[in-house]
């Protein structure tokens, strides 16, 4: 079975400090990654996905994440996070080739917290 | 677009009585809809798959019995939480995939059920 793993579990930053949450998997075949934000109050919001092509993917508001399959992982980034940027991010793998109809695996969520 | 619903957002109800809640899409047809239940500070657990028109599947430890679900349409997927008990206070998270064959899911706001 799939599993996901996010290590940081709260992360605080000031605003204009660089961002990276880590993310690993554990599968060995042909996965889908995805990295779902939830702000206060509202729901999971896809931030960006990975489904194949170029291993760095850009998504909303200025977040990359980088794929790589040798390490398992798909750590997201951003250059300069905002105050708006307080949330909380999830990880998520769809395995490609086991016929699951796009069941995702979550991992246990980063809470960001920026201060001014 | 791509927007989903859940009613009720919150429900209080008595330990040994029934909650239904409902998951819509509601600006795209969804051919399957996903169960999750998140505990406080944890990760989302799938709890079932359910495809209009047929059966759902149920995760390994989730009990059909008491989680009934319904996917009677391609906009409408309801889970009933049979004889609830305290134990089954929980966040639940409904998400919908579309009927274009793309992997993503679209979540919605969640339901805070607390059974007393």
């Known amino acids: 079975a799939q599993s996901v793993s996010q290590h940081n579990h709260h992360v605080i930053l000031s605003e204009a400090a660089s961002l990276e949450l880590g993310c690993n998997y554990s599968?060995?075949?042909?996965?889908?990654l995805f990295w779902y934000v939830q702000y206060p109050g509202q729901h999971l919001q896809l931030l960006l996905k990975?489904?194949?092509?170029?291993?760095l993917v850009k998504g909303i508001k200025g977040f990359e994440a980088e794929f790589i399959k040798s390490k398992f992982s798909f750590n997201l980034r951003k250059p300069s996070v905002q105050w708006s940027d307080t949330a909380e991010y999830f990880c998520?793998?769809?395995?490609?080739?086991?016929?699951?109809?796009?069941?995702?695996?979550f991992g246990t969520g980063t809470r960001l917290q920026v201060t001014l | 677009g791509a927007v989903v619903s859940q009613h009720p957002s919150w429900v209080i109800c008595k330990s040994g009585t029934s909650v239904k809640i409902e998951c819509r899409s509601l600006?795209?047809?969804?051919?399957?809809m996903f169960w999750y239940r998140q505990f406080p500070k944890q990760s989302l657990m799938l709890m079932a798959t359910?495809?209009?028109?047929?059966?759902?599947?149920?995760e390994q430890g989730v009990e059909k019995d008491k989680f009934l679900i319904n996917h009677a349409s391609l906009t409408l997927s309801t889970l009933t939480v049979t004889s609830a008990h305290p134990e089954d206070s929980s966040f639940y998270i409904c998400?919908?995939?579309?009927?274009?064959?793309?992997?993503?899911?679209?979540f919605g706001p969640g339901t805070r059920l607390t059974v007393t």
């Open positions: 359910s495809n209009e028109g047929s059966k759902a599947t149920y």
């Open positions: 599968y060995g075949g042909t996965v889908n």
């Open positions: 998520a793998v769809n395995s490609v080739d086991t016929g699951t109809a796009s069941k995702l695996t």
């Open positions: 990975y489904f194949s092509g170029d291993p």
């Open positions: 998400s919908a995939r579309g009927t274009s064959g793309r992997v993503e899911q679209y």
């Open positions: 600006d795209f047809q969804a051919t399957t």
